[in-house]
């Protein structure tokens, strides 16, 4: 691999916008950091073009004007990309409209949830240094080291996405593999609502309620907080100092004094007297406006219908070489059993491989034998 390219300024990123406008495809990846922050902090976004790698870096380019390469018709290749398309819609305001996951891909070709590295090796006979694996993607100048590490992860999603494509085509799973990174796009990438964010807690459950509609008022509080300052939401209020205070509500500013876990920041002045109000507003909370997490949908369903249809989900992934969460998770198979049937087992090729059958075992035309060392599944009546 040779040495990438590095643009730094909107003359040169414009450049590579050019060669994006014709091309049929590129790969692209990004590196980040989030231990400071709420949202992922940008450091870096690499982008090969018919093998030739750009690094572009973001601190100082508008990358907005990517969103119109992204609303074209031009396929972006990416490895696991679901953390690289949550920073593209916040960063960009836009995603890819077609993309090709290289990590999906192989899935279905038997090589379970692999890393680029495992995939790179195996189909292209290449060694990836992942020596820089946690580079400090917010420093300047980045070192040469850095650079070709995140180089390393796009140099070669061409040629992979090339194999896997021929492969994949020899046993008809092309189109599986093509739902199934369309099916990243369509999840959508929404930040769950601040009231649901006392769900988390630890400890959540003992909660009575004058105690919960505090913890909801106070973990709403301090998630809209960390989002509008970009923070973890633990350095604007810790989960014991929050607890605390949702069992034992302080009244004033001298009972913050015995709180545990409170910063001292939050013990007087304003930060004190903020505390208090959100504390204030818990206590106020209408009956009706605690939001409680919904009763899980297996609870309407037999254990043992859901257990079933688990081991026939598991031997039909064993039956296609393929890893089982990508055919169905059990909150997948929940979903379909429930009335109304929902998810991604209700259409594509998952309901052909095992929503069909699952939809026979629910109504009773079917019963699972155990034959030859693995499960079978007979028709009834």
């Not at 090969?48 to 390469?69: M, S, Y």
């Not at 995603?95 to 189909?123: C, E, H, M, N």
């Not at 302080?250 to 002045?269: S, T």
């Not at 507003?281 to 609870?299: H, W």
């Amino acid at each position: 691999m040779k040495n990438p390219k590095l643009i730094e300024t909107d003359a040169e990123f414009e450049e590579l916008l050019e060669r994006l406008r014709h091309a049929e495809r590129f790969a692209i990846d990004t590196e980040f950091s989030r231990e400071n922050t709420y949202f992922p902090s940008l450091g870096l976004v690499q982008i090969a073009v018919d093998r030739d790698v750009t690094l572009v870096d973001p601190l100082g380019i508008d990358l907005r004007a990517l969103g119109e390469i992204f609303r074209g018709d031009t396929e972006a290749i990416l490895h696991a990309g679901t953390q690289d398309l949550e920073i593209f819609e916040r960063e960009i305001g836009a995603l890819p409209r077609r993309i090709f996951d290289t990590q999906l891909a192989a899935a279905f070709l038997g090589d379970g949830i692999a890393s680029l590295g495992k995939l790179v090796q195996k189909y292209l006979s290449v060694q990836l240094d992942k020596g820089s694996q946690l580079a400090d993607w917010s420093r300047r100048p980045l070192p040469p080291r850095a650079l070709q590490y995140a180089a390393s992860d796009v140099a070669y999603l061409e040629d992979l996405r090339e194999i896997l494509v021929e492969r994949l085509s020899e046993r008809g799973r092309l189109e599986w593999a093509l739902e199934a990174s369309e099916g990243v796009l369509r999840k959508g990438f929404d930040l769950a609502p601040a009231e649901e964010a006392w769900w988390k807690l630890k400890g959540r459950s003992r909660l009575r309620p004058r105690a919960a509609k505090i913890a909801q008022t106070l973990a709403a509080s301090r998630e809209a907080r960390a989002r509008a300052l970009n923070i973890p939401p633990k350095r604007v209020l810790s989960d014991l100092a929050l607890l605390a205070m949702a069992e034992s509500p302080p009244e004033g500013i001298d009972d913050l004094a015995h709180i545990r876990g409170l910063d001292g920041g939050r013990r007087r002045g304003s930060g004190a007297e903020e505390i208090l109000d959100w504390v204030r507003r818990g206590r106020a909370l209408p009956d009706d406006a605690l939001v409680l997490p919904k009763d899980r949908p297996e609870e309407a369903l037999p254990s043992a219908l859901i257990a079933l249809c688990q081991s026939w989900a598991a031997q039909r992934a064993s039956d296609e070489s393929i890893d089982h969460s990508l055919l169905a998770t059990r909150s997948d198979i929940v979903a379909f059993l429930s009335t109304p049937r929902r998810g991604k087992l209700t259409e594509g090729f998952r309901y052909e491989l095992l929503g069909r059958d699952l939809e026979a075992i629910q109504e009773g035309r079917a019963a699972i034998a155990f034959e030859g060392e693995k499960l079978k599944l007979i028709p009834v009546g």
